[in-house]
């Protein structure tokens, strides 16, 4: 273990510089919009070295602030241990005779996981995660970043319907979301949070517990219905399922009918991505039922972190063993234009 924390400096700068690493709090940084910088001479420390007076939407901020207290880390991680569990428990169900069929009855086979919901909701426990994001977790995730407010003012939003959020590779978007989902379900304990990434088809069948996907609109409609009747709010966030943006027209078929089931019965569907296309194929799938979340930021590199942010990034996976400063000062990234 000790002759790996040596190397830190060194992995950093290739982990900063190129953003390739699978470390779960992947990142990238912010400056100030001036001009390019010269490619040759461009350092990291000198990309972020006015990101600290970067602008922030005062609605953003304004939503994340009335969280009011943030949970502590043993607090935050209970939540999500209890979400995982509950998770497994989930899809644990799904499999055999529970998986819906074409021409099984709807609303019996609906009646199952919403009974399973409720009961969840009078446990305590109102969230859902899939092991996929449980395990992207770092063990001490830098709080409050722009990305990170951006998500707790969208899934605060009242807004039904489907809305898409992007942010560019590198700014963590998986963390950020877990961190603000923790957060707002701890907040809004009527409502029901779920969080799902990578297929959108097995995403879709696990959590509606569905032998074909395509009985995914039926069944979802009707799962909408009957969460609208029992005053359970459903926030369902699909987790850069989409980053090449929307398939085919059966895919943009289901799409369409969560779209309008939750537009209708008064719940969120929330798909991340990574570009700006990738979402707008997302927000104008529907018309009014699809959109782009209303305190998107489109600025370029909106969502970088600053540079207290990555410095404290770099201390605690270096357990504050490493010159960060050092670490930023060596390392070289200018992007496409030169910042």
Do not use: C
Request: proline content about 3%; hydrophobic content about 40%.
């Amino acid at each position: 273990m000790g002759s790996m924390r040596k190397r830190v400096p060194a992995a950093m700068v290739f982990l900063i510089a190129y953003q390739v690493s699978k470390h779960p709090a992947n990142f990238s940084v912010q400056r100030t919009p001036n001009a390019p910088v010269s490619l040759a001479r461009a350092s990291f420390s000198d990309v972020v070295a006015a990101a600290g007076d970067v602008m922030r939407d005062p609605a953003v901020q304004a939503a994340y602030a009335g969280l009011g207290t943030l949970q502590k880390f043993t607090d935050l991680f209970n939540s999500f241990n209890t979400a995982g569990n509950a998770w497994r428990g989930w899809t644990a169900s799904v499999r055999g005779a529970t998986f819906y069929k074409i021409g099984d009855n709807i609303p019996e086979h609906t009646s199952s996981p919403i009974q399973s919901m409720e009961e969840n909701i009078r446990g305590g426990n109102n969230l859902l995660i899939s092991d996929a994001q449980k395990a992207e977790l770092p063990s001490e995730p830098v709080r409050s970043t722009y990305l990170e407010q951006l998500m707790v003012a969208v899934l605060r939003d009242k807004n039904p319907g489907m809305s898409a959020v992007y942010a560019e590779a590198g700014t963590g978007k998986s963390v950020a979301i877990l961190l603000a989902v923790t957060e707002v379900a701890r907040t809004k304990t009527s409502d029901f949070f779920v969080v799902l990434q990578n297929d959108l088809d097995e995403s879709l069948k696990n959590f509606l517990r569905l032998s074909e996907v395509s009985s995914a609109a039926d069944i979802a409609t009707s799962f909408f219905i009957a969460l609208q009747e029992r005053k359970v709010r459903l926030h369902l966030v699909f987790d850069s399922v989409l980053d090449s943006g929307v398939g085919g027209d059966k895919e943009k078929d289901i799409l369409k009918a969560l779209a309008r089931g939750a537009s209708e019965h008064g719940h969120q569907v929330v798909f991340t991505m990574q570009g700006k296309e990738a979402a707008e194929s997302v927000s104008e799938l529907n018309g009014d039922t699809t959109y782009m979340a209303e305190l998107q930021d489109k600025s370029y590199g909106a969502y970088r972190w600053t540079k207290n942010e990555t410095v404290q990034l770099i201390q605690r996976l270096s357990d504050g063993q490493q010159d960060a400063n050092q670490i930023l000062a060596d390392s070289e990234i200018p992007d496409e234009i030169g910042r």
